[in-house]
């Protein structure tokens, strides 16, 4: 380890030349649908509606919460 380096840094140095070196596949991603958060029994913020269970949702803001496309309403 050079001189200087705390054993905090070597350690931090090395963890991060092997993370650049690592080869990230397709295979250690999540799937599409893991990029949605879901946030059932909230309230939506641009339809007004609750957004239910299996909906996918985004966070506007710090706390509101709006359908990732909000249902159309029929009848």
């Known amino acids: 380890m050079p001189a200087g380096f705390t054993p905090q840094e070597g350690l931090i140095r090395s963890e991060s030349k092997r993370l650049a070196d690592a080869d ?3 295979g250690d991603r999540h799937s599409p649908e893991d990029h949605f958060a879901h946030a059932a029994g909230k309230l939506c913020q641009s339809c007004g509606r609750l957004i239910e269970a299996g909906q996918a949702a985004r966070r506007r803001g710090e706390a509101d ?6 249902p159309v309403e029929t009848g």
């Open 24 to 26: 990230f596949t397709e």
């Open 65 to 70: 919460w709006v359908h990732d496309v909000c």
